[in-house]
Each structure stands twice: as structure tokens, then as C-alpha cells.
């Protein structure tokens, strides 16, 4: 079974342009999450999807993330424009039917110059 | 919402010892706790899951506690070994099974 695939996995940009990243979850896994990651602490949520319903964006500041999950597989993550301060991983995770376990991809490493 | 404390400090060890990571939790005791693994560059991978009505779980030379008083687990690596090296992270439901809140994790570095 091919886990949560990510990518880029690296992107450097400059700030004010806009990035987007890409998350194709384990087949058959309704649900869909986009973590954030700074360097020493853990992750935290910005958004999960119930296939293709956000719900629970609380945590994603909206002025320039956007998040979209289209026939409720593939997502896509988007900041725009980039700040310096969202240099940092952003983790896709799967949880699947009725167990707990959450599957994370690799992430996706953003640096903003 | 939880707060969960790890600590930020590494934990060195020997090889063959036992490491011991502690996890606290502040406010209500959750369903369940994970446990997870993440090396440099890569994401986190499930370990272990205990449920509140579990006092222990083991799995091969892992062994995770749930203490509900102390709102605290422990995880336990026996027989520690070079490659269980790495930043172990805990985690706490906080939405029914549909939202894992982390803590900051532990790093383990494991010496010969």
C-alpha cells in the first residue's frame, strides 16, 4: 500500500510570492489533515477534511492559506503571498475508516528568503 | 484546548539501557494517546496507541503507560540501541478520535 505522498518536498521562495503544496492520501482514507511543523516542536493542525469538507479550519489563518480538497482525495495547501514567519514543514496526514492511526507524508520544506 | 509538556532537553543514553520519555498532560484525561517516531527530514510514524482504561501496552521492546491521576504516560524503549535514535513525539485526542493535538517532543540519542 503506497503511504501519503507529498511534494514538492522542498521549496525556497521569496516572500511575497505565493507556494503551493500538493498531498495524494492512501487510497480509501476519508480523512485528510494538513499539520504545520517548526523546527523543534510538534506538529500543529491547521486544517482537517472529511472527504472533500473542511471541518475544522480554526486553526488556518485565512488572510493567506487556502486549503482545497477536490473530489475529496488529492489536496492542495496555497499561501499567499509567503511571509517569512511560514518557513517551516507542512506535514499531510491520513487517518483512515475506524482505527486511530495516523499516517503522515514526508512533509514539504518551505524556506521564505 | 490541551496542553501537553515533553521534555525539551535531549536524552542521552547507552546502548542496552532502558530510555524513558515522559508526557504530561493539563487539563482532561483523553480517549486515547499515541506515541510517535520522527527522524531528521522525515514525518512522524505511529508507535503505540493506549486508551484511558489502559494502565500499559506493549509492543516488542516498547512499553507505554497511562496514568489518568498523574495525567501523565510513559514511554519506554528496553534494550535501547543506536537506531531508536530520533525525536519522539506524544499525542492527545482531542476531538473524538478526529484531532491529535502534539507535544513538542523528546529527542533520544542512543550511544555506544
Known amino acids: 500500500e503506497a503511504g501519503v505522498v507529498q511534494s514538492p518536498r522542498y521549496k525556497i521562495i521569496e516572500k511575497k510570492q505565493p507556494v503551493a503544496f500538493w498531498c495524494n492520501p492512501i487510497?480509501?482514507?476519508?480523512?485528510l489533515y494538513w499539520y504545520l511543523q517548526n523546527l523543534g516542536q510538534g506538529p500543529e493542525l491547521l486544517i482537517r477534511?472529511?472527504?472533500?469538507?473542511?471541518?475544522?479550519d480554526s486553526q488556518l489563518p485565512k488572510d493567506r492559506f487556502s486549503a482545497e480538497r477536490l473530489k475529496g482525495v488529492d489536496s492542495t495547501l496555497k499561501i499567499q503571498p509567503a511571509e517569512l514567519g511560514d518557513s517551516a514543514v507542512y506535514l499531510c496526514?491520513?487517518?483512515?475508516?475506524?482505527?486511530?492511526?495516523?499516517?503522515f507524508g514526508e512533509g514539504s520544506w518551505l524556506t521564505v528568503v | 484546548s490541551q496542553k501537553i509538556e515533553q521534555n525539551s532537553e535531549a536524552l542521552n543514553i547507552q546502548e542496552g539501557k532502558t530510555a524513558t520519555l515522559t508526557c504530561n498532560y493539563t487539563?482532561?484525561?483523553?480517549?486515547?494517546l499515541q506515541w510517535y517516531r520522527q527522524d531528521p527530514g522525515r514525518g512522524p510514524v505511529f508507535l503505540l496507541l493506549?486508551?484511558?482504561?489502559?494502565k500499559e501496552k506493549r509492543k516488542e521492546r516498547l512499553k507505554v503507560t497511562f496514568d489518568t491521576t498523574l495525567k501523565q504516560s510513559l514511554f519506554h524503549i528496553t534494550a535501547s540501541q543506536p537506531a531508536d535514535s530520533a525525536t519522539y513525539l506524544c499525542?492527545?485526542?482531542?476531538?473524538?478520535?478526529?484531532?491529535?493535538?502534539f507535544g513538542t517532543g523528546t529527542q533520544l540519542k542512543v550511544e555506544l
Open positions: 487539563n482532561y484525561s483523553p480517549a486515547y
Open positions: 493506549i486508551r484511558e482504561n489502559e
Open positions: 487510497s480509501g482514507h476519508n480523512t
Open positions: 477534511y472529511e472527504n472533500e469538507e473542511a471541518v475544522d
Open positions: 499525542a492527545l485526542d482531542e476531538g473524538g478520535g478526529n484531532k491529535l493535538t
Open positions: 496526514a491520513n487517518r483512515g475508516g475506524s482505527g486511530n492511526t495516523i499516517y
